[in-house]
C-alpha cells in the first residue's frame, strides 16, 4: 500500500512542483490568494473532486470533497497558500496546496475498498488573519474525523506540538510635555512600555517549558514634543515662491528670508538645506541627517563665528571663532541640528 501510494505521488511529480512554483513565483497575501487557490482548485476538479469557493468567510477559501462509498471516515487534509509580506513565500507555504493535493489524489486513487471521504481545505491569510479560528467559527472542519496537514522544513519529520494562541494589542497613553522646559509635566508612554516588556521577560523565567511568549511595538509616534517636519523640493527660489513659503510658514526658509533678501542657492540635497546670505552669512540645516562631520565653504577674505544650532535642545554653541576658507566642522552627528555662520569683520 505505501509503495503505491509512494507511486501514485511520484506520478504527479510534474504537476505538483510546477503549482508550486508557480504559487512561489507569485505570493499572494493576506485572503487574497486568488490565483494559488484557482490554480488548486482547478487541479482537484480535474482530478474528481467536488469543489466549493469562498467557505468559511473567506473568498479564497476552499473545500474540495472526494466520497468513495458511505459511511467512512472523513479525511480532512488542510493547506495554506499566503505569502508572507515584504518576504514572499519565506515559510513554504507554496509548497502545502501542491503537497496536500498530492497526498489526497493519491490516497483517493489508492484502489480502498473500505468506504471514506476525502475533504481537502485551502485555508488562507495563515500569516495574518489566522483564517482557521475564523472558518471555525463559521461551521467548516465539523464534519472532520481527523485533519492532517504539512508544513515545510529542512527535514522530513513529524512536528507533534500544537500551542493553543492568544493575542492582545496594549496602548500605551502618556501625557505630552516639552521634553526640555518641563518634563516633569510629563508622562512618557514610552517608559510604560519598556517596563512592560521588562515584565513579560520577568515572567519568562516562571512559565512552562511549552509556553512561548513574543511581542513588537506596532506603532511608535516618535518625541513626545514632536517638532514640524517638512521637506521642501527646489533648488532656487523666486519671489513668488518666497512669498508663498512664508505664507506656509516654512520654519527654516522663514529663518533664512529673515536674513535678508539677498537669497541665492538655496538647495536641498538628500534633506541638508543650505542657503547664504551675501557674504553676510551661511547657513546648514540638516534635518534628519546625523552627520559627525562636515566642511563648510566659506569665503577666505572674511571671518566667521560658527554656531551650532540643535534646534531640539533650542542652544546655541559656537563651534569655532574666525573661521575663514574650507573650514573643516565636528558635529554631534544628531538630527535637528542647522550651523551658522556669520561674519564678524
Ligand atoms: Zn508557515
Known amino acids: 500500500m505505501k509503495e503505491q501510494l509512494f507511486g501514485a505521488v511520484e506520478a504527479q511529480r510534474d504537476n505538483l512542483t510546477a503549482m508550486a512554483d508557480k504559487i512561489f513565483d507569485h505570493p499572494e497575501y493576506e485572503g487574497e490568494e486568488v490565483m494559488a487557490s484557482g490554480l488548486l482548485t482547478d487541479y482537484l476538479k480535474d482530478n474528481d473532486f467536488e469543489v466549493e469557493m469562498g467557505v468559511g468567510g473567506f ?205 541665492v542657492d538655496f538647495c536641498n540635497s538628500e534633506f541638508v538645506y543650505q542657503g547664504h546670505c551675501g557674504q553676510e552669512a551661511y547657513l546648514t540645516f540638516y534635518d534628519l541627517r546625523t552627520c559627525a562631520e562636515d566642511v563648510l565653504e566659506l569665503p577666505e577674505a572674511h571671518k566667521y563665528r560658527v554656531e551650532l544650532i540643535d534646534t531640539w535642545d533650542m542652544t546655541r554653541t559656537v563651534l569655532l571663532e574666525n573661521a575663514s576658507g574650507k573650514t573643516k566642522l565636528t558635529l554631534p552627528g544628531k538630527e535637528g541640528t542647522a550651523v551658522l555662520a556669520r561674519k564678524v569683520d
Open 59 to 263: 473568498k479564497t477559501a476552499f473545500r474540495a470533497v472526494y466520497e468513495h462509498g458511505t459511511g467512512g471516515p472523513v479525511i480532512g487534509i488542510l493547506c495554506e497558500y499566503d505569502a508572507l509580506k515584504g518576504l514572499g513565500h519565506g515559510c513554504g507555504h507554496h509548497m502545502q496546496g501542491p503537497s496536500c493535493l498530492g497526498a489526497a489524489i493519491a490516497l483517493k486513487n489508492a484502489g480502498l475498498k473500505e468506504p471514506f471521504k476525502l475533504v481537502v481545505y485551502g485555508t488562507p491569510a495563515e500569516e495574518t488573519l489566522g483564517s482557521k479560528c475564523e472558518m471555525i467559527k463559521n461551521g467548516c472542519f465539523k464534519e472532520l474525523d481527523v485533519a492532517f496537514m504539512m508544513h515545510g522544513a529542512p527535514n522530513t519529520c513529524t512536528d507533534v506540538k500544537c500551542l493553543a494562541q492568544n493575542s492582545y494589542t496594549v496602548t500605551f497613553k502618556g501625557k505630552r510635555a516639552h521634553a526640555a522646559l518641563a518634563p516633569d509635566k510629563g508622562k512618557s508612554a514610552f517608559d510604560a512600555l519598556l517596563v512592560a516588556f521588562n515584565g513579560v521577560e520577568f515572567l519568562r523565567e516562571h512559565v512552562p517549558d511549552d509556553v512561548r511568549m513574543h511581542y513588537t511595538v506596532e506603532e511608535l509616534p516618535g518625541p513626545i514634543e514632536p517638532v514640524e517636519s517638512w521637506i521642501m523640493k527646489m533648488t532656487h527660489v523666486s519671489d513668488e515662491e518666497k512669498e508663498q513659503l512664508l505664507q506656509q510658514g516654512e520654519p527654516f526658509v522663514k529663518a533664512m528670508l529673515r536674513m535678508g533678501d539677498e537669497l
